[in-house]
């Protein structure tokens, strides 16, 4: 049984929280406590508050929005799924990266009185930049519109201009009300004119994604064991996770960035020496010569060398209240590797309204930028595209060690913001 990843983003108050709660209300995924507790506390209408599913911090249930990245896991008969629910709120962009850095899909909420809005966009603009290519535009709150077919249609040929300016695929769209259930789980009647799947049905249709053991080999040391006893005077081995690819006793491969070569003379797993480690196994890898080698370096195979450099161009979505100016120095953490950097230039800033990318002198909290970084010592790095593990990064702050943005190397299309997108049309009611 294969397993999704998929995220629910959109604006504010288009019902994400509850649309995950009606999922998992409906396909039976709820546990016998939380249902029975979730039954006892009615909303106002007499309707169960299926957002209380996902909306655990205190200060969501107070305001009825979602603050933090919630995660839920459920099963079908016919695949395991991992939900993400991302806040819809603006402020809270940098909390949709991190949501959105891990899934195959985005759930595209839009509310039907609305349409198409701002958050919309950035969101889409966000998932895309991420590498997500599978959209699934849910319209919901079709019932506050009558299920008015001819306000799904026109919300569907907005957002249908919006995956063509990204040259994403065609995004499915599906009317529906997760309020009260209509084609979340099961295909609603009082949608006739719709003959598509319900949300459900398409989630379990969805190809599942290439899996990173069929990636480029990708290896990177967390820790070196030398334990040095009587028993292992000599054991020197390298741990750490395969991020993609495959790995084999006998590989000849390159430690980088110093680029020495030597043989892989044992892969451990468990304790146990296997022939063959694939990703996201933890091993532990033995060579034939004594290289140095510390924390942060990448052992790959000679044949499958990715690049190795000082100077980065990343898109980066700069996640703290204190502005980025160019000349800025900062840490940069790429995976188990941390190295000092420096940002020279922010090369372009994107306009999430109209996708057009225009000139700055700073990053504000939660702007989307273009950057050119360079660091005080190589790193083996892939483009974010080719590699979503070993081609994403973080920026911290050297004095306070917080995260201040987080890196996509070389991952915008530039013909991503050529041109302005014209405005879609909103509805209200």
């Known amino acids: 049984m294969d397993l999704l990843r998929f995220i629910t983003c959109g604006s ?75 806040p819809g709120h603006v402020q809270y ?41 599978n959209f699934v535009l849910a319209v919901n709150k079709l019932d506050l519109v009558g299920f008015d077919q001819n306000i799904f249609e026109q ?30 789980v099961k295909r609603s009647t009082r949608l ?11 989630l379990e249709s969805v190809p599942a994604a290439v899996e990173v053991a069929n990636a480029a080999p990708r290896f990177q040391v967390q820790y070196v064991i030398r334990p040095q006893t009587a028993e292992l005077p000599d054991y020197r081995g390298y741990a750490g996770q395969i991020q993609s690819g495959q790995y ?68 980066v979505c700069w996640m703290s209240e204190q502005p980025l100016w160019p000349g800025r120095k900062l840490l940069l953490q790429h995976h188990a590797a941390v190295v000092k950097a420096a940002v020279p230039a922010i090369l ?18 939660n702007d989307i930028v273009r950057l050119r970084i360079k660091t005080a010592v190589p790193l083996a790095v892939d483009n974010y595209h080719e590699n979503r593990v070993t081609g994403a990064f973080i920026l911290i702050d050297e004095q306070s060690g917080d995260t201040v943005a987080a890196g996509l190397i070389g991952a915008a299309n530039a013909d991503y913001f050529t041109a302005p997108l014209a405005p879609p049309v909103a509805f209200s009611i």
Do not use: C
């Not at 919006?162 to 009260?180: K, R, V, Y």
């Not at 372009?348 to 909290?365: E, M, P, Y």
């Open 12 to 86: 504010v108050d288009d019902g994400k929280s509850t649309l995950i709660g009606r999922l998992l209300y409906d396909s039976d995924s709820v546990s016998l406590d939380v249902l029975a507790a979730l039954e006892n506390r009615p909303t106002v209408q007499g309707t169960v508050d299926l957002a209380l599913l996902t909306d655990g911090l205190r200060a969501e249930r107070e305001q009825g929005i979602t603050i933090d990245v919630a995660y839920k896991y459920f099963t079908t008969p016919r695949r395991k799924f991992i939900i993400t629910d991302a």
């Open 93 to 133: 962009t940098r909390n949709m990266v991190t949501g959105a850095s891990n899934a195959d899909l985005a759930i595209v909420l839009v509310d039907a009185r609305q349409g198409v809005v701002e958050q919309t966009r950035r969101h889409t603009l966000v998932a895309a930049l991420l590498g997500i290519r």
């Open 155 to 184: 919300i569907a040929a907005d957002y249908a201009a919006l995956t063509d300016h990204f040259q994403l695929p065609a995004a499915t769209a599906i009317p529906l009300s997760a309020l009260h259930g209509d084609n979340v």
């Open 192 to 202: 006739p004119w719709y003959t598509g799947p319900s949300l459900l049905e398409h």
């Open 248 to 315: 084999r006793r006998g590989d000849r491969v390159k430690v980088l960035p110093s680029g020495l070569e030597t043989v892989i003379e044992a892969i451990e797993v468990n304790q146990q020496e296997v022939e063959v480690a694939v990703a996201p196994q933890a091993v532990v890898l033995r060579l034939q010569d004594d290289v140095d080698i510390s924390r942060g370096d990448a052992i790959i195979p000679v044949e499958h060398v990715p690049n190795v450099t000082r100077e980065i161009e990343a898109t």
């Open 348 to 365: 372009h800033k994107v306009n999430v309204q109209t996708f057009a990318r225009g000139a700055a002198d700073s990053a504000q909290l």
